[in-house]
């Protein structure tokens, strides 16, 4: 059965930011969606934001534009019409459709991932840990997940999967309740 599951994303907190976390969802094939844990953040590299956003030559960040396999691509901000650059394209490139930088999200797991940061589906993903995370507190709380009274195994995981079972039920009895009020 695990065979089976494929995993696409490892959602996980500032706590978890850290090279080991991402190179294990790397080796599954999955994306870590972790936030970033500025505490110990040093200056980021020159041309560079903190969440990994290239910048271009005037130092506004750039636009992301997309991915291409494991290379996420972004485009000049002005070119994107996102920023009023005094200079225009000209500062960044000849071309009009704008400078386009392409960076290699194999080159440094922490500040890339796809989708990208700044995007809204990456913040989409990253919220829906908080949801697991109040049915770990519930878990804790009120079926005293974290005060266990058995030993082995087998019948530690039998414990947590009918404290799964009562967790549901009620999220269901609550669902079917507040249902019948509002008819």
């Not at 290379?71 to 000049?76: A, G, M, Q």
């Not at 697991?132 to 519930?138: A, D, K, L, M």
Request: glycine share 4%; net charge positive; proline share 4%.
């Amino acid at each position: 059965m695990a065979e089976e599951t494929k995993v696409k994303f490892f959602i996980l907190d500032a706590g978890y930011d850290q090279l080991k976390n991402y190179e294990a969802a790397r080796n599954v094939k999955a994306q870590a969606i972790i936030l970033m844990n500025l505490r110990n953040e040093k200056e980021p590299p020159a041309s560079m934001t903190s969440n990994g956003t290239p910048c271009c030559s005037m130092d506004f960040p750039m636009t992301y534009w997309g991915a291409d396999g494991d290379h996420l691509k972004f485009r000049c901000p002005y070119a994107t019409r996102k920023v009023d650059c005094p200079l225009g394209k000209a500062s960044c490139s000849a071309s009009n459709y704008g400078m386009v930088v392409k960076v290699d999200t194999r080159s440094d797991l922490g500040p890339y991932s796809s989708p990208h940061r700044d995007t809204k589906y990456w913040k989409k993903l990253y919220n829906e840990r908080t949801s697991v995370e109040r049915c770990y507190s519930r878990l804790k709380t009120y079926l005293i997940a974290d005060a266990k009274h058995v030993w082995g195994i087998q019948k530690v995981t039998t414990h947590q999967y009918l404290n799964a079972i009562v967790l549901l039920a009620s999220a269901i009895a609550m669902a079917r309740k507040s249902k019948k009020a509002a008819a």
